[in-house]
């Protein structure tokens, strides 16, 4: 699942909106080009970009902005945001756009997006906006009387292979994505579906991979710093990563000495508490008997600092290398494998 940066931008700048009202308009950052190339050092491949003037009145202002981070970067761009006509679409087409999301013209214009499709192809996605279930047009300030899923359905049958699917309640709120609304959705068509909309954590993120989704667009919680991006992607983009957990939704952990190698202890970890180590770069670990994560040295400050993570050669056993910041046995002891059973 691919983790998707968001640039909003309104009157050239660098903005966020909560539940989409243009009356929450703030700034986030202050400049579009640095941002982007900031998200391609975090290891982005794909970067959502959305005129916000464009989606309000349908002329966009900001298309000079996102085709200088086409041209600047090697992210994959996608935008939305006032694509009412082919005009339009040539043109970002021919600025390097990866792929043009059709919002509002999708709901007005049907026809247009079957031309679009017939013409680009893969390229085209349609942004399935809603609000309590109903799609919502012009800048989402609009109702459409159309149910979103029932939308998405008629639009798959015009050849829509790619669906960005925001919950407006939820967008810039930092409250979770709507599980049940993607899950129905992705009963319904069968499509690359990206999450938009509420994306906080990743805990979030977790629960959309489950989902197995094209891509989640992460935007405020980035800006917050309530997600890493670098960490996000990372362990959703690494496939040594994803491969844990594949035979048992827990595998051992040997901690080992960074500066010493000496073995310290043996734990087990399911993939949040992987998550959180690699989040945090202290050892989380899941505690069989009482059924919960814990993270090393909570209780006594005794943490296990993490410098180094290995999978063997099955994928399905860890070590970590770690810097303990004191004894890592309750008993006080230095390490947990102090009592010798047997000897040559």
């Known amino acids: 699942m691919y983790i998707i940066p968001a640039i909003d931008l ?3 700048h660098c903005v966020r909106l909560e539940k989409g009202s243009f009356d929450t308009v703030h700034e986030v950052a202050a400049d579009a080009l640095a941002t982007a190339k900031e998200f391609e050092s975090a290891g982005a491949v794909w970067l959502h970009m959305v005129d916000l003037d464009g ?3 349908g002329e966009g202002k900001n298309y000079k902005i996102i085709g200088d981070v086409i041209r600047a970067t090697g992210l994959n761009v996608e935008v939305g945001g006032g694509i009412r006509d082919m005009r339009t679409l040539d ?3 021919e600025a390097g756009a990866k792929r043009m999301i059709i919002g509002s013209a999708a709901v ?3 026809d247009f997006v079957k031309e679009a499709v017939g013409k680009y192809g893969d390229k085209i996605a349609v942004g399935v906006d809603t609000l309590a279930g109903e799609v919502r047009i012009s800048g989402w300030t609009k109702p459409s009387g159309i149910k979103g899923v029932e939308f998405a359905a008629n639009m798959s049958e015009m050849g829509v292979k790619t669906f960005i699917f925001t919950d407006i309640e939820r967008d810039g709120m930092l409250t979770g994505p709507p599980i049940k609304m993607l899950e129905q959705l992705k009963r319904t068509i069968s499509a690359n579906i990206i999450a938009s909309g509420g994306v906080s954590s990743l805990e979030d993120i977790e629960a959309l991979h489950k989902m197995d989704l094209f891509g989640a667009i992460v935007g ?3 800006y917050t710093g309530d997600i890493n991006l670098k960490t996000a992607i990372y362990i959703y983009n690494n496939k040594h990563v994803m491969n844990l957990f594949t035979k048992s939704e827990l595998i051992p952990v040997v901690v080992q000495h960074a500066s010493t190698n000496e073995v310290l202890m043996v734990a087990f970890s399911n993939r949040e508490a992987v998550n959180r180590t690699i989040e ?4 989380w670990f899941y505690s069989r008997s009482r059924g919960k994560l814990w993270n090393k040295g909570e209780t006594s400050g005794n943490f ?3 410098k180094e993570i290995y999978t063997d050669c099955d994928t399905d056993t860890l070590l970590y290398k770690c810097v303990p910041a004191g004894p890592v046995c309750h008993t006080g002891e230095d390490s947990c494998f102090y009592t010798k059973l ?3």
């Open 304 to 306: 296990l600092y993490v």
């Open 280 to 283: 945090t770069k202290t050892a």
């Open 10 to 12: 309104k009157d050239g």
């Open 342 to 344: 047997w000897s040559e």
């Open 108 to 110: 007005e214009k049907p």
């Open 55 to 57: 989606a309000l009145n």
């Open 91 to 93: 043109m970002l087409a």
């Open 220 to 222: 405020k919680a980035v």
